[in-house]
């Protein structure tokens, strides 16, 4: 009977050597579809930071918050189903939680598949709302991170009308 050889690969840097190895390196490119939609939601499509230009502090601020906006857009994608079972605070203030209750609400349709499955204070609540200010309209696919950033911005942008009206009647 012949000996078995032990094979291994090199994945760049890794060495594979076993099947635990070759799952490790597995769940790495798993990881790589993560960091790409965290690239798209950056660049052109999304808040398209490759058009500033980083001469000015004001700017070198915005490219350092944008980065941080996209992580939360794909905080919200992770989150659209519900799965982790995240709180709103992980991605959000709280006090934007009334606001957010009263959007969702607005944006529930008449059937099922139309109203938010998710209970109130999860971040999947608040992701549901973003998808449909976004335009998903609750029955093809899984909102991505281009229309969470929609829904997101359009959010803040009631949330900063909402303020303007505060601010006008007092």
């Not at 594979?16 to 660049?43: M, S």
């Not at 499955?117 to 999947?124: I, Y």
Request: charged content about 30%.
């Amino acid at each position: 009977m012949r000996k078995r050889e032990k094979i291994v690969f090199c994945h760049r840097t890794h060495k594979i050597e076993d099947i635990a190895a070759a799952r490790r390196i597995v769940g790495f490119y798993r990881k790589r579809w993560t960091i790409e939609q965290v690239f798209l939601t950056t660049k052109t499509k999304g808040f398209q930071i490759e058009a500033l230009r980083q001469q000015e502090e004001p700017l070198k601020k915005l490219v350092t918050a944008i980065p941080i906006a996209a992580i939360t857009v794909m905080q919200l994608v992770a989150e659209r189903d519900g799965a982790a079972a995240r709180p709103l605070e992980d991605a959000l203030d709280l006090e934007d939680e009334p606001l957010l209750e009263k959007v969702c609400e607005s944006l529930e349709g008449k059937t099922q598949k139309q109203k938010n499955p998710h209970p109130k204070g999860s971040l999947a609540y608040a992701a549901w709302g973003f998808a449909r200010l976004g335009g998903w309209n609750g029955y093809y696919g899984k909102p991505g991170p281009i229309v969470m950033m929609r829904g997101l911005a359009e959010f803040h942008a009631i949330k900063r009308g909402r303020n303007l009206r505060d601010v006008c009647i007092s």
